[in-house]
DNA sequence: GCCTTCGGCAAGTATTCGGA
DNA sequence: TCCGAATACTTGCCGAAGGC
């Protein structure tokens, strides 16, 4: 197996882009609609504000898609508000690899009432998903851990049929203690926007190569930049869903995707054309787009065409 | 003169390297 | 194999520069 379905509604989760913008729109003139929203939010911030005084030591956050306003003040923000990182991204991309190669051993299991996939790993295993090399010390074990442990305690807001969920997407069940952290068995559930790719929708998914994060590293050293590989994931979408070989991007839209607005709130502009630009020096890199130019569209806005191998 | 933008700095994070 | 140092890169912040 070379290459795993990627679930399209993960990628849009991570990137902040699971609300269409007719469903942000029904946000704001639905006054039903938003309440509900609001209060599951607000419980969700209460819950997390509560944890991280009485923690052991764990930081929970929240990750708030584009496109909803709602009413929480910065000094809320900055203490239950943190943004995923680009390890987070990786780990996200081990974990579909290794819920589908459970899946396919008959080793996923479909818990109908919380609506969750559960599942088995070791470390080693996503080590070598996340493209570092086996037998490394004990230091990147930690790294990883401490991901994973981010990760599930980090909550999502999506949206399930007419249900608000806000829940962590991947859970942990049952840390083992033993002295050989990399292969003590780790009891994983997933929610399920994890295994789209199970119903038998078309373009739910898209390919993505198994060994994506091994690629990623190789072509980037340093600390990685989450907007870079959001940037690939989306490209490897463009090019499974399309049948031309090229495909057109706004400037804005990758703004959005690539989660720029950071820079914009820091008024660090140059910071987005450069991400853009890495993003794109990174694609071709790993030969997945051959050149990309600039143009402009209908609104005379700043596009870019990227063409593939 | 005020506001926006830039660019540099320090701190933080991920990776590699080399000595014990 | 482990661990700290060095390296490479991101990020947030702040003051200086420039435009209106």
Redesign the pocket.
Known sequence: MKKMNYPSRLLKIESGQQFSSDQVSLFESDTNYKKTLAEKVDKAITQIIDLNENSDGMTYSIELPKGISHNIGDEIK?KVVK?L????V?IFTSIVALAQLAKARSELFYLEKINRAYFEVTLTQIFKL????A??????GD?VK??LLSLQSKKFIYHEDEQFIVSPLVQIHGYGTEKNIWDTSLKITVDSCFFDFAKSKKHTYFLLPFDINKRL??V?????????ELLVKYLYQSKHCSNVSTVEYSHSRLVDIMNLS??I???????IK??IK?GFETAKAIDLIEKVEESKNMFDELKYVIHFK
């Open positions: 900055s943004e990182t680009a390890y987070e990786r996340m493209g570092i090399a037998g490394r010390g004990k230091k990147d790294l401490k991901s590293r190789e980037n050293k340093g600390r990685p930049n989450v907007s870079v950071r820079y709130k820091n008024k660090n502009y140059p910071r450069a991400a890495k």
